[in-house]
């Protein structure tokens, strides 16, 4: 992993919502499902739209274990960006279709350095 793999974040105080996520396994549902990817690639399009919105970084495994993690500015621009109306029908399809199990964890980032800072 590069770098430029990584998320580029402000100094903290910020917030992160993580993303865990196992998808389904049957065949309609491969890790090559072009809805799914499409829709992944237009959340991210339309989170980096939203008030509040500083970044994103995801990985998935070839077993279909994936960690999505985007950062906000607020706890309010969380709640926004739940409620929007693209990203709630991205929710329900997820729910119905594509995860047979997801959690969200959401945190404030009170420290943050990198190897470079040490």
């Known amino acids: 992993m590069s770098p430029s793999s ?8 910020y917030y992160v919502v993580i993303f865990i996520s196992q998808r389904t396994t049957t ?12 829709t992944g690639d237009r959340m991210i399009e339309l989170a980096s739209q ?6 994103v970084e ?10 999505t993690m985007s950062y ?7 709640l926004h960006w739940k ?24 945190a404030k980032v009170e420290k943050a350095y990198s190897m470079s800072d040490l």
């Open 72 to 78: 906000w500015d607020s706890r309010t621009s969380i």
């Open 58 to 67: 995801s990985t998935r495994n070839a077993d279909g274990f994936g960690v």
């Open 6 to 13: 990584f998320a580029i974040t402000p100094k903290p105080p």
């Open 83 to 106: 409620r929007n109306v693209e990203h709630v029908i991205a929710q329900e399809k997820g729910k119905s279709d594509w995860y047979d199990h997801y959690e969200v964890r959401i």
């Open 50 to 55: 939203q008030p509040g919105f500083i970044s």
């Open 27 to 38: 065949p309609e549902n491969s890790l090559n499902d072009k809805e799914y990817n499409k």
